[in-house]
């Protein structure tokens, strides 16, 4: 073993750090060879003293949410990958004025077939003025924050309904629900910075955009989010965010999947092509590759923009499948479509 990798088990302790842990048991993708270490950080202490241990030996580290949009290599990941299990959130004031919601617009989203996939009739409403400032722990389940904001009366987060990630997930690749962006509803990051302090940041200081953001590139990790909810219209959140939830869960496969694989094109260049959306689901669909499979990965039958993993699939074949996805797109419709799921470790 590493001399690196002895040290941090001497530093975290021989039975806090797993050794070769299959990263398939990890993700919602149920795919992925072994992490050389892998330890879990159930306090915000504990996750900082991880990072600035494996930081200062020059380990390489990977922070993972709930495991979703990831594709880990088969070969597995050399380095530590830290699971962060801090969670909780708590109310922090009501603001003295209520601010308008402001709709970041870049969300390339339209329904072309509004009744046959996601059915978004009759479901979108003004957005509510924001008057309340919460705090989040990074690892907290995305789902059952939302449920927990209901509970405290607060609306906004409804149309983030059955994303599977943690908080810190929906962040850092700034997570869309319907024509929303997640950092629309963020104040303020607690990081830790490149040189091992923890300090907060205005979100207007980090770059966010349609499925991403800066921060892990600024920052060495995200620990907490403050963000603006509002105490208006809460029932008609939570009607909304179930029944946004059960649309979805009709046409979008739950399980054995990252999430949609690539990023939809934006609406510019769907104009261009003349297509009736700028969903990456139909451009695949429209190359007749619903049902192709390669080894135990195949195309979602319901959603084109979803690859499944029939038990015990290879990040090799889903390569495969992508690399092949990729070459039908280009050739119909002269596109080369982005990846939004994240690769990390060896394939
Ligand atoms: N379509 C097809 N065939 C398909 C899939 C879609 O023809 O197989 C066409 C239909 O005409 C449909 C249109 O594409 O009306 C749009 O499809 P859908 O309503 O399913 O939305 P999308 O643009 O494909 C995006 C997000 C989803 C998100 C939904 C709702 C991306 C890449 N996808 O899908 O996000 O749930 O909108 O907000 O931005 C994710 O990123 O992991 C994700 C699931």
């Known amino acids: 073993m590493k001399r690196e990798y002895k040290e941090i ?21 149920k795919i992925g060879g072994p992490a050389d270490l892998y330890y879990e950080a159930k306090t915000n202490q504990d996750l900082v003293k991880v990072i600035k241990s494996v930081s200062k030996l020059s380990v390489p580290y990977f922070i993972l949410g709930n495991g979703s949009n990831l594709l880990v290599g088969d070969k597995g990941y050399r380095g530590m990958v830290i699971k962060n299990l801090v969670s909780g959130a708590k109310v922090i004031r009501k603001l003295k004025k209520p601010i308008k919601f402001e709709k970041i617009k870049g969300v390339p989203y339209k329904a072309a077939d509004p009744k046959k996939y996601l059915n978004v009739i009759g479901l979108d409403y003004p957005d509510e003025r924001l008057d309340t400032e919460v705090e989040v722990q990074a690892g907290t389940s995305l789902q059952s924050f939302i449920r927990w904001s209901f509970k405290q009366k607060l609306a906004g987060l409804q149309w983030f309904a059955g994303i599977p990630a943690s908080v810190g997930g929906a962040v850092i690749h700034n997570a869309h629900g319907f024509t929303r962006l997640f950092s629309s509803y963020i104040s303020e990051l607690r990081v830790l910075d490149k040189r091992g302090i923890v300090r907060s940041v205005k979100a207007s200081e980090i770059d966010f955009g349609y499925g991403f953001s800066n921060i892990q590139q600024k920052y060495l990790a995200l620990l907490s989010i403050r963000l603006l909810l509002s105490s208006q219209n809460t029932a008609q959140a939570k ?100 990846e939004e799921v994240v690769r990390i470790g060896e394939f």
């Open 239 to 338: 009607a909304t965010y179930e029944e946004w939830r059960q649309r979805k869960l009709v046409i979008q496969p739950q399980t054995n999947c990252p999430g949609s694989y690539f990023k939809n094109i934006s609406e510019d260049l769907a104009k261009k092509i003349g297509a009736p959306t700028p969903s990456a689901g139909w451009l695949i669909d429209q190359c007749g590759l619903k049902r192709v499979k390669i080894g135990k990965v195949q195309v979602s039958e319901k959603h084109a923009n979803f690859i499944v993993n029939f038990d015990g699939a290879k990040a090799a074949d889903v390569v495969k499948l992508v690399t092949l996805i990729k070459k039908k797109v280009k050739e119909k419709f002269g596109i080369d479509l982005e």
């Open 9 to 29: 088990i001497k530093i975290l302790g021989k039975n806090k750090v797993r050794i070769n842990e299959p990263m398939e048991n990890h993700t919602t993708f």
